[in-house]
């Protein structure tokens, strides 16, 4: 039952729905404009685009070092030394807070760039401010909880579970810290250099690693305090 | 400098935290993502909290409610999407969580073989007399 005698293949065929430039098909009138040809034929990717993979791959980097710390913690879970476990040490209302403090700020972070990309000068600062805010309650009541397990006798030098936690905690906390800084300076040069394409860039990466902390934040309480209360 | 952003807005490429056009739509976007975060949030501290799990299936409950959460964080926040121009994001995460993969569920393993293999103290100690 094949009725291929007079219809081209070509008629046949989706007109290239994902615009990749792979289908012999022109545009209906033939005027030479049809569909554009895919991003392979259409010269390299913008900046913006390839700022943000780069980065990206350099937050998935990073990942694979918290994975190495993550593995760490994973195995020196019971090597307590005699000392506290997670149970007698983990308030979890505290890590609560610290969770929603963090989610917070991620979604206004996210806020921030729909004002960027509205252009919104005033928005934009606005929800940076909210993010440094909460980010830094994230960090204060973080440091408050790392005083008092020190104070307790608790401290990384206790057992090989304190190290590895110390490590796998303290290592996220100076990525919010190194963000912060990171914030601070995304505000100033907004303010005095306004969006220009180089400083829209650097808010995008900006976004891309305040929400890639949350990611290993949602990791950590997962694994290190709702596992290790448990277990 | 104005070619540059002139290209941005013209072409269809889209980065890993690139918004939509619209605002609405993108706040939307968040707000979604807001939403389904805070629900596994709370289902997580819940499921930890309270006993209406099996007992040992809860870590097991937990990693799954932690996975669906970092999805939804990659599909909101992130903005990683299954669009063909995506795909170079989308390759780079294969390979990162291929990594880590490897790395925690690796370390796991085999340290657990080789904890499951050492000699009890009580024995080590006995042979050292």
Redo the contacts between chains.
């Keep these: 039952m094949s009725s291929s005698q007079a219809v081209p293949a070509t008629h046949l065929r989706e007109p290239d729905p994902y615009k990749l430039g792979r289908a012999p098909y022109h545009g209906g009138s033939g005027h030479g404009h049809g569909e554009p040809p895919g991003h392979g034929a259409g010269g390299p990717a913008s900046k913006r685009v390839i700022v943000g993979y780069g980065f990206w791959i350099f937050l998935l980097s990073d990942i694979v070092m918290f994975s190495g710390f993550f593995a760490a913690h994973a195995v020196l879970q019971d090597a307590t030394a005699g000392g506290p476990s997670g149970k007698d040490l983990f308030d979890l209302s505290r890590v609560a807070i610290e969770t929603g403090l963090l989610l917070a700020s991620s979604f206004t972070c996210g806020m921030a760039a729909v004002a960027t990309e509205a252009r919104s000068h005033l928005w934009t600062q606005v929800f940076l401010l909210v993010t440094g805010l909460l980010g830094l309650g994230f960090l204060i009541m973080e440091a408050q909880e790392f005083a008092a397990m020190i104070a307790e006798g608790a401290g990384p030098q206790r057992s090989a579970f304190l190290s590895s936690f110390f490590a796998v905690v303290g290592c996220h906390g100076l990525h919010v810290t190194a963000g912060l800084l990171w914030l601070g300076t995304m505000m100033a040069q907004i303010f005095v250099k306004g969006f220009r394409p180089n400083i829209l860039r650097r808010l995008l990466c900006f976004n891309l690693f305040w929400h890639a902390l949350d990611i290993i934040w949602v990791a950590l309480f997962t694994i290190v305090y709702l596992i290790g209360a448990g277990a | ?1 104005s070619a ?2 002139n ?2 807005s013209e ?11 619209s ?1 609405r739509a ?2 939307q976007g ?1 707000l979604i ?2 939403g389904l ?2 629900l596994l ?1 709370a289902a ?2 819940y ?3 309270s006993g209406w799990i099996w007992g040992p299936g ?2 097991v409950a ?2 799954v ?2 996975i669906a ?2 999805g939804v ?2 599909a909101f ?2 903005h990683i999407t299954t ?3 995506n795909t ?2 989308v390759l ?2 294969a ?2 969580v291929l ?2 993969a490897l ?2 569920g ?3 393993w085999i ?1 657990g073989h080789v904890n499951h293999n050492m000699m009890p103290m009580q024995e080590m100690l006995q042979m050292q007399r």
Excluded: R, W
């Design positions: 400098m540059d952003t290209h941005d072409s269809g490429d889209v980065a890993p935290g690139v918004e939509g056009t605002i993108g706040v968040y993502g807001l975060a805070v949030t997580s501290f499921t930890a909290g809860i870590p937990l990693v409610l932690a959460q970092i964080h990659l926040f992130l669009a063909p121009d170079n994001n780079a995460l390979f990162g990594i880590v790395v925690v690796g370390s796991i340290m």
